[in-house]
């Protein structure tokens, strides 16, 4: 990691736990509810979705107070896919991020609850924000919206649990992972070109260079799961190949899975050429999330 990517999260990630605490803190709850709620959101994380919003707003020098709250709420979504996926009924997982999983420490039905509870209180985030135009709140609910449902995230876990019970090609696992995966990180880069209020040209650019690192960051998901450890990952190693799930090492082989995911970092790059301003945040954290070990 870069001094510039170093210092970049340093002075950002702070703020964005700051502002994900505070917003659940002030809610009128249960108290055991905003403890589970917190519990999963204070174990951790790169929070990449955030600073992509806020790198994406840097780019077009704007609202970084606005994009804190946007990053919380995506957030908020990505923390509540973690509690789901975690549960008996799902992955079956006891270990998140190096820590018991929530249905662990609080019981499978406030687990449960408190993933709903993140889900639903992102959107409120966003229609509450001050000092943006409503029009750019609705478009930012309903990209949200689709970034995260059927259409989304929970589609792609759909077709992810569907395909445990079958071998799929290549294009049957990259539209899984497009929209498990890649969904919520599409929405945080177009999230911050919307409150920018970029041009059609400069949205369309990073929207595809989205696409691309999305795919980027589950192959290295999927080679991380066979060389990593469950200390060095925070959660289970090997429970792709336990769950007999296909993976791209398992469909194109490890070194085939490294060759497609430098040929995907490598196409996201070259379309931030095409971007006016400093893009050097956006390629270091897209270098990030090929080269991280977790």
Same mark, same amino acid.
């Given at each position: 990691?870069?001094?510039?990517?170093?210092?970049?999260?340093?002075?950002?990630?702070?703020?964005?736990?700051?502002?994900?605490?505070?917003?659940?803190?002030?809610?009128?709850?249960?108290?055991?509810?905003?403890?589970?709620?917190?519990?999963?959101?204070?174990?951790?994380?790169?929070?990449?979705?955030?600073?992509?919003?806020?790198?994406?707003?840097?780019?077009?020098?704007?609202?970084?107070?606005?994009?804190?709250?946007?990053?919380?709420?995506?957030?908020?979504?990505?923390?509540?896919?973690?509690?789901?996926?975690? !549960?008996?009924?799902?992955?079956?997982? %006891? &270990?998140?991020?190096? *820590?018991? $999983?929530?249905?662990?420490?609080?019981?499978? /039905?406030?687990?449960?609850?408190?993933?709903?509870?993140?889900?639903?209180?992102?959107?409120?985030?966003?229609?509450?924000?001050?000092?943006?135009?409503?029009?750019?709140?609705?478009?930012?609910?309903?990209?949200?919206?689709?970034?995260?449902?059927?259409?989304?995230?929970?589609?792609?876990?759909?077709?992810?649990?569907?395909?445990?019970?079958?071998?799929?090609?290549?294009?049957?696992?990259?539209?899984?992972?497009?929209?498990?995966?890649?969904?919520?990180?599409?929405?945080?880069?177009?999230?911050?070109?919307?409150?920018?209020?970029?041009?059609?040209?400069?949205?369309?650019?990073?929207?595809?260079?989205?696409?691309?690192?999305?795919?980027?960051?589950?192959?290295?998901?999927?080679?991380?799961?066979?060389?990593?450890?469950?200390?060095? !990952?925070?959660?289970?190693?090997?429970? %792709? &190949?336990?769950?007999? *799930?296909? $993976?791209?090492?398992?469909?194109?082989?490890? /070194?085939?899975?490294?060759?497609?995911?430098?040929?995907?970092?490598?196409?996201?790059?070259?379309?931030?050429?095409?971007?006016?301003?400093?893009?050097?945040?956006?390629?270091?954290?897209?270098?990030?999330?090929?080269?991280?070990?977790?």
């Amino acid at each position: 990691m870069t001094n510039t990517l170093k210092n970049f999260m340093d002075e950002h990630i702070l703020i964005i736990d700051d502002v994900l605490y505070s917003l659940v803190g002030k809610i009128i709850a249960p108290e055991q509810l905003k403890d589970s709620m917190l519990y999963s959101l204070k174990a951790g994380g790169k929070r990449i979705r955030p600073l992509f919003v806020l790198a994406v707003c840097e780019l077009f020098n704007n609202k970084l107070k606005e994009a804190y709250t946007i990053g919380a709420a995506v957030e908020m979504i990505h923390t509540y896919s973690l509690i789901h996926d975690d !549960l008996p009924s799902m992955d079956n997982d %006891d &270990l998140r991020r190096g *820590k018991p $999983t929530n249905h662990v420490v609080y019981g499978e /039905a406030l687990a449960t609850l408190a993933g709903d509870a993140l889900n639903t209180l992102s959107f409120g985030i966003l229609a509450r924000m001050e000092n943006v135009p409503p029009a750019i709140k609705v478009e930012l609910i309903n990209l949200l919206s689709v970034a995260a449902g059927a259409e989304g995230m929970v589609g792609g876990q759909v077709l992810d649990i569907d395909g445990e019970s079958r071998s799929l090609n290549l294009e049957e696992l990259e539209q899984v992972h497009v929209n498990k995966t890649g969904a919520l990180l599409r929405f945080s880069i177009e999230a911050g070109a919307v409150l920018s209020e970029a041009s059609e040209e400069e949205r369309r650019v990073l929207v595809e260079f989205a696409h691309h690192i999305g795919l980027a960051f589950q192959i290295q998901d999927d080679i991380l799961d066979i060389e990593g450890t469950s200390e060095e !990952l925070g959660k289970t190693a090997g429970k %792709d &190949l336990a769950s007999n *799930k296909s $993976t791209y090492p398992g469909i194109l082989t490890i /070194a085939g899975a490294k060759d497609k995911l430098a040929e995907h970092y490598e196409i996201a790059i070259s379309l931030l050429e095409k971007l006016n301003g400093d893009t050097t945040i956006l390629k270091e954290l897209a270098e990030y999330i090929v080269r991280r070990n977790k």
